[in-house]
Nanobody
């Protein structure tokens, strides 16, 4: 089985920073690591949306609204994927979810709350 556990969420003032981390444990018998990982977020009353995505080769992609402010990174040795969030805005407030794709089989973390407020 595969489990994803997020950490690092919390309350921060506008303009501040947070670093989210997703720890991956377990594996699928035929696949030792995810083909792709991502961070998504969901605010109250809104649909879940992609924040950042990184493939096995390390190439990142970002949603337009976070480009230049957020950085996704993957540490294969520690089996984690992080999201460094800088210059946070109130509209970044949401539950952030870790996502892993094992060649079409998708796993989600439980989510971690990020609140940006003065």
């Amino acid at each position: 089985q595969v489990q994803l556990v997020e950490s690092g969420g919390g309350l921060v003032q506008p303009g501040g920073s947070l670093r989210l981390s997703c720890a991956v444990s377990g594996s699928i018998s035929s696949i030792s690591s995810p083909n792709a990982m991502a961070w998504h977020r969901q605010a109250p009353g809104k649909e879940r949306e992609l924040v950042a995505h990184i493939i096995a080769g390390g190439s990142p992609n970002y949603a337009t609204f976070v480009r230049g402010r957020f950085t996704i990174s993957r540490d294969k040795a520690k089996n984690t994927v992080d999201l460094q969030m800088n210059s946070l805005k109130p509209e970044d407030t949401a539950v952030y979810y870790c996502y892993a794709d094992y060649v079409g089989r998708i796993f989600w973390g439980q989510g971690t709350q990020v609140t940006v407020s003065s």
